[in-house]
């Protein structure tokens, strides 16, 4: 019989002057699977720690019990050094009489010399019937795949070649470089934004670390943290690549307002992306300008704001404004979006450069007049309360990113969520660019959509925490948990008595479990790289057939039982 | 006087953070509680709490994470949903919902979980004991 020996710490005094000791002795030794009982004055220094070591390896004890201070104070600690002298960690349970008894019952000292009573023999219960869970490794595969070569792609694919790993790039269309490629300027530097991809483009094709894959389209993609297989079709080749980690840069596309302001019926009604492609080849032609802010964007169908039209149109207007002389600038706007010390400063220039700002609410947006060709645009003033009329030979709609079509199989293929837009979600607010599936990131405007610098920041972010795996050369299943050391486990099947109903396939919020075609019928399996031990499977299989062992239904039920034995009614 | 037993299955990122810190500030609550830590909310099983009502325990809380702000990916959500719908249960069989305590993201800190608590108790002492309608299941687990 497994016996445990059982440690008491009276905290030099926290704990004995609310919890009777003689009392708690007394009754322990009353229990026949406790070997030993030990009342030290302070467990965390070190002659209390090697009194505990010296004991068990006298003993002969299989597990530990330490009841002490909170795990937060001092006990993880505690447990931590004598797992360090020899002790497998499961067998060493942790009982808090400090801060969840002795402290907080400080004004009843029988109760809490009764609850600490309980509180010992739940924690026996619990390491009486608590088991291991299985690991598994998984040999990393020293590599990465990137889908994307837009600004946050290609950054992310720089970084890693420098930290010497290798990149497989790979790009829906012909060129790297993304949208960056059709605009002239980026915000707020005005810098061009051809000699921004430049020094990227120039080391892609460089170095030899890196492969780049023009117009690839996935077709299916398995495997999980540390190997995943992809294999997609490039320049009519079907290729197949084996990476450690995925990183996420397919970016977003731009919304076309088809039907709003006129826009596909009246000449001269364009987009911001027209625009810049005439800026681009040099065609533009206008004298009086109008800008219309959030076509599209923070209404009821696209509640969200875009964040790039605001500096995208003041980059365009103060351009204007400056090169075009004689001429009239407006931006018609819902209010001016500039976050941060630089683009309010950009919005400031901009004011003082000439170009005139409207604002309009929601429900009385501007009315677009002029036969084939726009005349003029009629706006009512939100803040002066009157109705302006402004000559116009040229309107720019303003459009949000919206998120590309193919998300939704992507994510389906990854194993990762989006959002009720569409865009990539991650995991909010804890850790960013990070998806529920343990090396697989997004950035860029796979994500949100981010101006041409946050997406590079937002690269070379992800291929950081992309090193974090592959430096790697193993990862085991029992490591990866977003807080180092606290996964507790991962959900076992228990084959025989499963029915194959799938609740836990449904209930699963990491894709864990999936069901397996056997003889007799479905059975469901746990994917332990990708189970971080939460236990909604746990609680939705109807016959128990699913358990995580570090906290199986048999010590549950045990610690119930002990919760309030010999309780006075 | 009645003198009601709670079990709480707190989660190890909220509930028992808020256990621990009403310890820390020296609360003094009814010592007639006892704190099982979970990993998620999510892991109470429905049975657990039938069990430990059926054996004689008059309340039983839960603990989790406010709603968007699970470790494990909303899994709190559906553990909402679940314990929700046991709670109707409990008031089918009459044993009344206000015996499961649900509560998410309102026990993070000392005083929050000492507030709830002692509001449990003030109204578990109000309701007649569970004991005398113990099953034979309860008493011989």
Redesign the interface.
């Known amino acids: 019989m497994e016996t445990i020996a059982v440690f008491l710490c009276k905290c030099f005094g926290e704990i004995d002057t609310a919890v009777d000791f003689d009392f708690l002795t007394g009754e322990l030794s009353n229990d026949p699977s406790v070997a030993v009982i030990s009342t030290i004055d302070s467990l965390c220094l070190e002659s209390g720690m090697a009194k505990i070591v010296s004991l068990i390896k006298e003993t002969g004890s299989d597990r530990v019990l330490i009841a002490a201070c909170s795990p937060l104070a001092k006990g993880g600690f505690v447990a931590d050094s004598i797992a360090e002298a020899g002790i497998e960690r499961h067998k060493i349970g942790l009982v808090d009489i400090r801060e969840g008894c002795a402290w907080i019952h400080g004004d009843d000292p029988g109760g809490a010399s009764r609850k600490a009573r309980d509180l010992i023999h739940m924690g026996i219960a619990s390491l009486q019937n608590g088991e291991m869970s299985d690991d598994m490794t998984v040999t990393v595969h020293p590599g990465a795949l990137i889908l994307g070569a837009g600004p946050a792609g290609l950054a992310a694919a720089v970084s890693l070649a420098e930290t010497g790993f290798e990149v497989a790039l790979l790009e829906r269309s012909k060129d790297p470089g993304g949208m960056l490629r059709l605009i002239s300027r980026c915000y707020p530097g005005d810098e061009n934004a051809s000699e921004k991809l430049d020094p990227y483009i120039k080391e892609i094709e460089k170095n030899p670390l890196i492969t780049f894959y023009p117009q690839a389209k996935i077709m299916s993609m398995e495997g999980d943290t540390g190997d995943f297989t992809a294999t997609f079709s490039s320049q009519g080749k079907d290729i197949s690549i084996r990476s450690g980690v995925i990183i996420v840069a397919t970016g977003a596309k731009i919304f076309f307002p088809a039907g709003l302001y006129g826009y596909g019926e009246l000449k001269n009604v364009i987009t911001q992306m027209e625009l810049e492609r005439q800026i681009l080849n040099g065609s533009l032609e206008t004298k009086n300008t109008v800008f219309i802010q959030c076509v599209g964007a923070r209404d009821t169908k696209r509640p969200y704001c875009s964040t790039i039209c605001c500096p995208i149109s003041l980059k365009n207007a103060s351009r204007i404004a400056g090169d075009v002389p004689g001429g009239s600038v407006f931006v018609l706007h819902r209010g001016i979006m500039t976050p941060g010390n630089t683009l309010e400063k950009y919005y400031r220039d901009t004011l003082s450069g000439g170009v005139q700002f409207i604002r309009f609410e929601e429900d009385n947006p501007p009315q677009i007049g002029g036969g084939d060709h726009v005349e003029y645009v009629e706006v009512f003033d939100a803040i002066n309360g009157i109705k302006r009329t402004i000559e116009a030979d040229l309107v720019v709609l303003s459009t949000p990113l919206v998120p590309n079509t193919d998300n939704v199989n992507l994510a389906k293929m990854l194993g990762v969520d989006v959002d009720s837009y569409g865009f990539f979600s991650e995991i909010y607010p804890m850790h960013p660019l990070e998806t529920k599936t343990d090396g697989i990131f997004i950035c860029g405007s796979a994500r949100w959509p981010v101006s041409s610098d946050d997406a590079i920041l937002q690269g070379k972010g992800a291929a950081i925490k992309a090193v974090s795996y592959l430096r790697q050369s193993e990862i085991a299943a029992s490591t990866l948990s977003r807080v180092p050391g606290s996964k507790s486990g991962h959900a076992r099947v228990v084959a025989e008595s499963c029915t194959g109903c799938g609740n836990c396939v449904a209930a699963c919020p990491f894709n864990a479990c999936g069901l397996e075609r056997m003889n007799s019928g479905f059975v469901s399996t746990v994917n332990m790289m990708r189970c971080k031990g939460c236990g909604n499977c746990v609680s939705v299989c109807p016959n128990g057939s699913i358990q995580i062992p570090e906290h199986n239904y048999r010590m549950v039920g045990e610690m119930i039982h002990m919760a309030f034995q010999g309780w006075e009614l | 006087m009645n ?1 009601p ?1 709670i ?1 709480i299955f707190a989660c190890k990122w909220c509930g028992l ?1 808020g ?2 810190a ?3 500030r ?7 509680f ?3 830590p ?3 909310a ?7 709490i039938l ?2 009502l059926a ?3 008059d309340g039983v809380a839960v603990l989790g994470c406010h709603m968007g702000g699970c ?5 709190n959500h ?2 909402v949903k ?1 314990l929700e719908l046991l709670q109707d249960l409990l008031d089918t069989t009459g044993i009344g919902r206000n015996r499961l305590l649900l509560s998410f993201g309102t026990a993070h800190e000392g005083y929050q979980f000492e507030e709830l608590i002692q509001g449990f108790f003030d109204e578990l002492t109000s309701l007649p004991p569970l ?1 005398p309608w113990l099953s034979p299941f309860g008493v011989t ?1």
């Not at chain 2, 020296?26 to 007639?32: D, F, G």
């Not at chain 2, 999510?42 to 657990?48: G, I, P, R, Y």
């Open positions: 003198q037993k079990l953070i256990a621990d009403a310890g820390k020296r609360a003094s609550l009814p010592s007639r006892r704190v099982i979970v990993e998620c999510s892991l109470v099983e429905t049975d657990a069990r430990a054996g004689g325990i470790r494990y990916n909303n899994a559906t553990a679940r004991d687990r």
